[in-house]
C-alpha cells in the first residue's frame, strides 16, 4: 500500500509540473528571437513576459515586455490594441521587425502587435 500511494503522489507532481509550464506552447523565448533574428524578421512571433509600460516610449505607443532577463519592444496601434497593466503577465502575438526609433540609440527589435492577452 506504501507503494502504491507514493506512486499516486509521484504520478499526481508530474502532471502538474507539466501542466504548469512557464512558457506555453507555441510562444518563442525572447532569447530565441534574438539568436535567430535573421529567419524570424517579418515572421509571426508569440512571446510571453511581464509587461513594463513605464518607458521612454510608452507616448510612442511602445512598451517592453520581459521574459528571464531579456526583453523585447512591442509597438502596437491603439485602435486595435490597448496598452496592458503593468507588471501583468502577457501574451504579446504580432511581426517581428527590426528599425531604429528616435529616442533609442540603436536598431531595436520589436513586435508590431495583433494581440496582447492577459495570461
Known amino acids: 500500500m506504501k507503494k502504491f500511494c ?20 507555441g510562444t518563442l523565448a525572447i532569447d530565441d528571437i534574438s539568436a535567430r533574428e535573421a529567419e524570424l524578421i517579418g515572421q509571426n512571433v508569440v512571446v510571453v513576459g511581464t509587461a513594463e509600460i513605464r518607458t521612454n516610449l510608452s507616448t510612442f505607443n ?19 490594441v490597448t496598452m496592458p497593466p503593468q507588471g501583468l503577465d502577457i501574451r504579446v502575438t504580432g511581426t517581428l521587425g527590426k528599425k531604429k526609433f528616435t529616442t533609442i540609440p540603436d536598431e531595436q527589435l520589436y513586435i508590431d502587435a495583433t494581440s496582447v492577452a492577459m495570461e
Open 6 to 25: 507514493v506512486a499516486v503522489f509521484l504520478s499526481v507532481l508530474l502532471l502538474i509540473t507539466l501542466s504548469c509550464s512557464s512558457t506555453p506552447p
Open 62 to 80: 511602445m512598451f517592453k515586455v520581459y521574459q528571464r532577463g531579456d526583453f523585447i519592444w512591442v509597438s502596437f496601434n491603439p485602435d486595435e
